[in-house]
């Protein structure tokens, strides 16, 4: 993604300017009024899918470019508030792609099956009620909400409106997700005690100082529309393109990565969630105005439940990693330990070792089960690694939500899997901002 976003912000510069007048001639065609209308009939086999993509910045387009790795997937509109973006989708998917800089243009077309919302954290809610409301499907990216309090909102519109909705932290897709929930069912670890996982970064780009476009002004931009479900300020193009590092429009460290270790973990685990929330962290490096810490560490308590004992789990996030970047989800067992990545998983197990007790020690001899003859023993680690090929989380994700469109069904990551992923990350938001402990209920979903 790093490489697109790098691509794309050389060419966004020269772009902008041409393409604002041809966004507005486009979006004028607009056809039928906005309103509330019935999920369209599942399409006949072999039906083309028409998608449209709302925010296509960075992960907009790869989700894009993802889904049309599958069969019989057309990109027919794109909105985005930037000029630069809107012509190099359109470079991108094609001359006779619709382009608007108002999502509801996109809405009220008749031809878009489903779309896939790329947006900073704070238009996802609106604009995922709004499509549902619309009748189409939506692919809504991780965080699912921007704050704990639309969670709610978000899963009774998907219930009144009927349609499907993925949220997309894709790594629960993943072979490597798959495997470790089946190891951890069959027993392979023993009972689930503490899991823990990190992402560590030492990056400009990593830390979110992403380059500005020379032609950001409020000529290329829609400012306005951008903040117009916020605080009300004037231009500031770090706002926009740095949106991660400002709490009006990001999630923080929390809400923008340790949400895909929640979901893996909450795949891998059926859990719900936790049920007390503890954050700490510090602004240490990358000061520039950002009002979120550049190391966060959170504890969380996971309660006894029908699907494993309790728990503990431990994260962090650090921008300031000497060590270089990497990221790691690792669940510990009484047994032993699996190390989970998205295209492999290494299990360690404790070899059998006997007791130095000389009671037992005696009780083992005078029973004959002790002898000093070696044993085999069974394999003290091992690595399970994805065949050559494999195309991978994100192409598996689109592919489960492709499914359940054509075919009925449910998908992996719907909007109550996704709200309980998400909320334990804004929490550790909040926890860390008002310095408290938090408590969740997380089967009905609200703070205690
Ligand atoms: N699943 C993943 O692995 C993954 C990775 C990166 C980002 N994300 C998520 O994807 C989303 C976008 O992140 P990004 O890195 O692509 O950001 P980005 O800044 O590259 O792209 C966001 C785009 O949205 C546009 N935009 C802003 N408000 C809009 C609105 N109201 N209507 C239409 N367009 C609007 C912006 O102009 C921009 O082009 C975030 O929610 C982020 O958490 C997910």
Redesign the pocket.
């Known amino acids: ?1 790093g490489q697109n ?1 790098r691509s ?1 912000i050389k060419k966004a510069g020269l772009a902008g300017a041409a393409l604002a007048g041809a966004a507005r001639s486009v979006a004028q065609e607009a056809p039928v009024p906005y309103e509330i209308l019935k999920p369209k009939p599942r399409p006949a086999p072999g039906q083309t899918l028409n998608i449209a993509v ?10 894009v470019n993802t889904a049309l790795e599958h069969e019989g997937i057309r990109i027919v509109a794109a ?4 000029d630069g ?1 809107l012509e190099a989708a359109k470079e991108r998917w094609g001359q006779d792609l619709f382009l608007t ?1 108002n ?1 509801k243009d996109i809405l009220k077309r008749k031809d878009v099956d489903m779309v896939i919302i ?4 704070h ?2 809610k609106a ?1 995922s009620i709004d499509a549902m409301k619309a009748g189409k499907h939506v692919y809504c ?3 699912m909400v921007h704050s704990v309090g639309e969670g709610q909102e978000l899963i009774n519109a998907w219930k009144a409106y009927g349609t499907v909705f993925m949220v ?4 629960l897709s993943s072979l490597g997700n798959e495997k470790a929930k089946e190891l951890l069912e069959a027993g392979v670890i023993g009972d689930i005690n503490y899991a823990e996982g990190f992402w560590a970064r030492h990056s400009p780009a990593g830390a979110w100082q ?1 380059p500005v476009p020379e032609d950001a002004s409020e000529k290329t ?2 400012w306005a ?2 903040i117009s479900n916020t605080t009300k300020r004037d231009f500031d193009p770090l706002r ?2 740095r ?2 590092n400002y709490r009006d429009y ?2 923080g460290m929390s ?2 990565l340790f949400v ?1 270790l929640f979901s893996s973990l909450h795949f891998i685990t059926s859990s719900l969630g936790p049920e007390r929330i503890a954050a700490m962290g510090g602004l240490r490096y990358w000061k520039d105005g950002r009002e979120v810490p550049d190391v966060l560490l959170g504890m969380f308590n996971y309660p006894d439940s029908e699907a494993h004992p309790g728990f503990n789990l431990s994260l962090r996030c650090n921008f300031v990693d000497g060590t270089s970047g990497s990221t790691y989800l690792k669940i510990n067992g009484s047994k032993g330990s699996m190390n989970i990545g998205w295209n492999d998983v290494t299990v360690e197990r404790n070899r059998t070792v006997h007791s130095d007790d000389p009671f037992l020690d005696a009780k083992e001899k005078e029973t004959g089960t002790r002898s000093d003859r070696k044993q085999i023993l069974p394999p003290q680690k091992m690595v399970y690694e994805v065949e050559k090929g494999y195309k991978g989380a ?1 192409y598996d994700h689109f592919g489960n939500l492709f499914r359940a469109i054509r075919e009925g069904g449910q998908v992996v990551e719907d909007p109550i899997f996704g709200f309980r992923a998400c909320a334990p990350a804004l929490l550790c938001n909040d926890s860390y901002f008002e310095n408290r402990f938090i408590d969740w209920d997380p089967v009905n979903m609200k703070v205690v």
């Open positions: 993604m976003r794309f709302i925010g296509a910045g960075g992960m907009g387009t790869v989700d909105c985005d508030l930037y973006r800089k999502y790329g947006t900073p954290d238009w996802h604009i990216e991780k965080p997309g932290s894709q790594g992403y931009v829609d529309t951008y926009f393109f949106w991660r990001g999630t809400g923008d895909h994100h």
